[in-house]
């Protein structure tokens, strides 16, 4: 099974989960925001992710319609995934594809009520929704149960 696993990471703890959890059936394929990475940005992307609207991210570079499963990790901000996971699950061709979120909080929370909208609006079935804290370990098996 090939298996495609896209991060946004902010500051770098949903970067070291996804490196961790690679394997070899698995392509790591990082997502990129416009603009500098700073202050500024998350805080306009708080009130994207309020709106689960999307920000503006780098030309997709890996084309999602190739794998079998397509992980998703991002940061949780204001409660949802980052603006730029929000991006790539828009425009990554995800239409009838078996898709799993890593929403990666700083404490307890469950941002799967935010997340499936998203993902069924972009045409998904999504598998689950995997909610963890500060980056801690998860492995493939996991995020399908
Ligand atoms: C702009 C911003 C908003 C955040 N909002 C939330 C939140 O609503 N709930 C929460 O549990 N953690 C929140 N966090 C914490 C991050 O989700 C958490 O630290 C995460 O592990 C960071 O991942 P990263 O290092 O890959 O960016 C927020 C962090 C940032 C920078």
């Known amino acids: 099974m090939k298996v495609l696993l896209a991060f946004y990471s902010f500051s770098g703890k949903t970067k070291a989960l996804c490196e961790r959890l690679k394997t070899e059936e698995c392509d790591l394929y990082e997502i990129h925001e416009v ?46 995934i980052a603006p730029a996971a929000i991006a790539f699950i828009k425009e990554a061709g995800l239409e009838g594809k078996n898709v799993v979120v890593i929403a990666n909080a700083g404490g307890e929370y469950d941002a799967s009520p935010k997340v499936r909208p998203i993902l069924e609006k972009a045409g998904a079935k999504c598998l689950n929704v995997y909610n963890t804290q500060n980056g801690a370990d998860v492995s493939l098996a996991e995020l399908s149960e």
Not at 53 to 70: G, H, N, V, W
């Open 35 to 80: 603009g500098k990475k700073g202050a500024w940005q998350a805080f306009t992307g708080c009130f994207k992710a309020l709106r689960s609207a999307p920000s503006k991210i780098l030309p997709i570079l890996t084309d999602a319609r190739a794998y079998d499963l397509i992980i998703v990790a991002s940061p949780v901000w204001a409660g949802n």
